[in-house]
T-cell receptor
Framework: SAVISQKPSRDICQRGTSLTIQCQVD?????MFWYRQQPGQSLTLIAT?????????ESGFVIDKFPISRPNLTFSTLTVSNMSPEDSSIYLC????????????FGDGTRLSIL | KNEVEQSPQNLTAQEGEFITINCSYS?????LHWLQQHPGGGIVSLFM???GKKKHGRLIATINIQEKHSSLHITASHPRDSAVYIC????????FGDGTTLTVKP
């Protein structure tokens, strides 16, 4: 299975600042996803990171707030912009090969706290 | 109503007990995932199944496609099994249950 390295593992940030989270995979993967998990809740898909084109965002998430890059098949970044305390969450990167029902593999997550 | 319902929400057991966590879903799916999330936040995939039953060590997962129901069983539970267990259904994209918080006491 794919090995996913996510950085940073945790951070504490000031209100109004931005943070970029990196996701590196040890093999080329077709699908890369970014999730948010707010305290006490389950995972919510933010967007699908598409290689070489704009990410596909889910309802309630916009590019200005969560810009995503995916320059190649092994790397993606998610930026959380103009942060507020409501953005305090765990952010998770996930990958999957193509095909219906392909298993997903998750990174260890980035635990983000906004003061 | 959530498309994926897990029960129970919280579960406390004594070491050695047999554990069952249930997952019901309301949509047609291509596969179902059982995930384990430890307090640090990282998620590990335990099983992906689309029919029948799978076993790995002390963990067993079953699924009944007709009844839209899956169960995760842990035999001879141990404190290191303490974690949040999440059911996720794959139907185009993944939809996640709210998770079951399992605490196994020594």
């Amino acid at each position: 299975s794919a090995v996913i390295s996510q950085k940073p593992s945790r951070d504490i940030c000031q209100r109004g600042t931005s943070l970029t989270i990196q996701c590196q995979v040890d093999s080329q993967v077709t699908m890369m996803f970014w999730y948010r998990q707010q305290p006490g809740q389950s995972l919510t898909l933010i967007a699908t990171a598409n290689q070489g084109s704009e990410a596909t965002y889910e309802s309630g998430f916009v590019i200005d707030k969560f810009p995503i890059s995916r320059p190649n098949l092994t790397f993606s970044t998610l930026t959380v912009s103009n942060m507020s305390p409501e953005d305090s969450s765990i952010y998770l990167c996930s990958v999957a090969s193509s095909g219906v029902g392909a298993p997903q593999h998750f990174g260890d997550g980035t635990r983000l706290s906004i003061l | 109503k959530n498309e994926v319902e897990q029960s129970p929400q919280n579960l406390t057991a004594q070491e050695g007990e047999f554990i069952t966590i249930n997952c019901s879903y309301s949509v047609g799916i291509s596969a179902l995932h059982w995930l384990q999330q430890h307090p640090g936040g990282g998620i590990v995939s335990l099983f992906m199944l689309s029919s029948g039953k799978k076993k790995h060590g002390r963990l067993i997962a079953t699924i009944n496609i007709q009844e839209k129901h899956s169960s995760l069983h842990i035999t001879a539970s141990h404190p290191r099994d303490s974690a949040v267990y999440i059911c996720a259904v794959l139907a185009g994209k993944s939809t996640f249950g709210d998770g079951t918080t399992l605490t196994v006491k020594p």
